[in-house]
C-alpha cells in the first residue's frame, strides 16, 4: 500500500497539481499552433509512434541514470517515486513506462489525435532535457 501520509502532503499535491495545469496548457496551446498552421503535414502515424516510443526510451535512460545515483528519494513523481521504493527501478518501469507508451500510442493513431501525441512527444522530451540536465550537473 502506498504511503498516504508522503503521497497525500500539501506541496506534493501542489506541485503535482501545478505540473498537471502547465502540462496540459501546454498540450493544448501547442495543438492549437500545429492546427492553425498546419504543421502535422510533415508527420505520418508511423514517424509520431516512432518519436514518442524513441523519447519515452530517453525518459527510462535519464531517469535510470539518476535513480542509479539518488536512489527512489531523488524522484519528483510521486507516483514513480511510490513504485520505485515498491517494486525498484525495473520492475516500475515493465509496470507503468512499457504499457503506458504502448497504450497511449495506440489510442492516440487508432483515434487520431495526431497533434496530442507530438505535444506529447516534446513534453516529455522537455522532462528528458531536465532529467539529464540535472545527472550532468552532479557529475
Known amino acids: 500500500m502506498l504511503e498516504l501520509k508522503n503521497l ?16 496540459i ?27 514518442f516510443i524513441l523519447i ?6 535519464s531517469t535510470y ?3 542509479v545515483r539518488d536512489g527512489w528519494h531523488g524522484e519528483i513523481n510521486i507516483l514513480a517515486r511510490e513504485l520505485f521504493r515498491k517494486f525498484g527501478f525495473w520492475n516500475s518501469v515493465f509496470i507503468h513506462k ?3 507508451t504502448l497504450l497511449i500510442s495506440w489510442l492516440f493513431i487508432k483515434n487520431g489525435f495526431h497533434i496530442f501525441l507530438l505535444a506529447l512527444s516534446i513534453s516529455f ?11 550532468f550537473k552532479w557529475i
Open 56 to 61: 519515452n526510451i530517453l525518459d527510462v535512460h
Open 8 to 23: 497525500l502532503s500539501s506541496s506534493a499535491i501542489f506541485r503535482f497539481g501545478v505540473f498537471t495545469f502547465v502540462l
Open 98 to 100: 512499457i504499457p503506458f
Open 25 to 51: 496548457a501546454f498540450v493544448l496551446f501547442f495543438a492549437y499552433i500545429c492546427h492553425r498552421f498546419n504543421l502535422l503535414r510533415f508527420f505520418n502515424n508511423k514517424t509520431l509512434v516512432g518519436l
Open 125 to 135: 522530451l522537455i522532462i528528458v532535457l531536465q532529467n539529464y540536465m540535472l545527472y
Open 65 to 67: 541514470v539518476n535513480y
